[in-house]
């Protein structure tokens, strides 16, 4: 079910928490399947966000819900997070209201500005990550330890990718399965963890951060998940020179490459799960086929991340690319000229843009399987056969992936971009 703005029942239980009318809706197109909509009333902005109990995560721990605990248990704390005012179930789902935090969640082009903001994120991470999860209001039970919550983790995504799983994904559970033992973590408990970190999910009000939103995916867990979570949402941060120093120094608690490493496997793991759970439920709130894309990038960041995390050398896409164009008869020019032929015409409206894009991506999948669908997948059969010995299957994969197999990783790679070829992502220019 996708709601373009509230029903009149929610703008009604709205309007009586407040005490005034609704002077303008404004609707996010962000995030998953979760509608969201930004409310003025008065000299006020308010949040409104609906839990229709479906989407890619629909079953799961990581709901609204969830979202709510954080947000009360932190109320008050070191940590800014915007103010809960009411929540109410509707016939169309559990709809949660709170006050917007001012600013957004964007970050500047300068180089020099995103680094105070991001330094002041970095700080308030760190700070979440030293109150103690034991005495926070969650009603989630006890904190294990940092090994065991991410045990626990790993058991929930398992589950979640039981009924889709791409082969970069069973190849990740099955590393990330066997190397938790041997990670250098303490007896400590876990801490809570935002589980989503970085811009999109913080607001930034001029030169300082304002809230941490998005709560849904939190837990108890291991504090360098958050890093790999910021690393993963700022990729260009690293590529600047010196600021690694600054995030060791600025975060400000002993922090250990190893698990990061570890983490920007699990993250990208939870990311291609998520897109693959929202295209299977229908889309989400940016569309369907916007998602394609967007789960191949993920895969391809998977077997990025194992390699980095294994010390094998670099799998150079650029390379493995025009090898692939190269046997399947693909002309990079050909599919450049689709590319500028579709994505023309660009209207200015947001809503409207963001459907060009469905359609455009969708246009380019059918020219790419209409030319070369047939010879992708013979050319994808033939490697898994040279490279396997037999179809990819989960079960195979999982096992190579808990013993580092460097083949079925190289084949990965491979595939991951034969994949990502039969979905061009266009950008909105």
Request: with cysteine; net charge negative; charged share 25%.
């Amino acid at each position: 079910m996708t709601l373009n703005s509230p029903t009149e029942e929610m703008r009604d239980w709205v309007e009586g928490l407040i005490g005034s009318p609704i002077a303008g809706i404004t609707r996010e197109f962000a995030g998953g399947s979760r509608p969201l909509w930004y409310l003025q009333i008065g000299d006020e902005s308010y949040v409104l966000r609906l839990d229709t109990g479906g989407g890619a995560l629909a079953g799961s721990i990581y709901d609204v819900k969830r979202e709510i605990d954080v947000y009360r248990a932190l109320a008050g704390s070191v940590v800014p997070v915007p103010r809960v005012v009411g929540t109410r179930q509707f016939t169309e789902g559990l709809v949660m209201l709170m006050t917007r935090a001012p600013g957004d969640s964007r970050l500047p082009r300068d180089t020099d500005g995103a680094l105070v903001l991001i330094d002041d994120l970095l700080r308030a991470i760190a700070d979440l990550h030293t109150l103690d999860a034991a005495h926070l209001d969650l009603g989630w039970g006890q904190p294990p330890s940092i090994q065991d919550s991410i045990r626990d983790e790993l058991a929930v995504w398992n589950e979640l990718a039981s009924d889709n799983p791409r082969s970069e994904c069973s190849y990740a559970l099955g590393w990330l399965g066997a190397h938790l033992d041997s990670l250098e973590v303490s007896n400590a408990p876990a801490v809570l963890v935002q589980g989503d970190t970085g811009p999109g999910n913080a607001v930034f009000d001029g030169s300082k951060l304002s809230a941490i939103v998005d709560w849904e995916l939190s837990h108890f867990g291991d504090p360098m998940e958050d890093l790999a979570w910021i690393d993963q949402r700022c990729q260009q941060w690293d590529s600047i020179a010196g600021t690694r120093a600054r995030r060791l120094t600025t975060y400000g608690i002993p922090v250990n490459e190893q698990r990061i490493a570890y983490h920007a496997v699990f993250v990208r793991l939870r990311c291609a799960v998520i897109t693959a759970r929202t295209i299977k439920s229908g889309g989400g709130a940016l569309g369907l086929a916007v998602y394609e894309p967007a789960q191949n990038r993920f895969n391809r960041e998977i077997v990025r991340t194992i390699a980095e995390a294994s010390g094998i050398k670099a799998l150079d896409p650029n390379r493995i690319t025009s090898q692939i164009a190269k046997e399947i008869g693909l002309d990079p020019a050909a599919l450049r000229a689709q590319v500028e032929s579709i994505m023309s015409n660009r209207p200015v409206d947001k809503a409207q843009r963001l459907t060009h894009r469905e359609n455009a991506i969708l246009q380019l999948h059918e020219w790419m399987e209409s030319n070369h669908g047939a010879a992708m997948r013979e050319h994808d059969a033939a490697d898994a056969m040279k490279t396997l010995g037999a179809p990819p299957n989960p079960e195979l994969l999982r096992a190579a992936g808990a013993r580092t197999d460097e083949g079925v990783l190289a084949y990965l790679a491979r595939s991951s971009i034969r994949t990502a070829l039969m979905w061009p992502e266009p950008t909105l220019g």
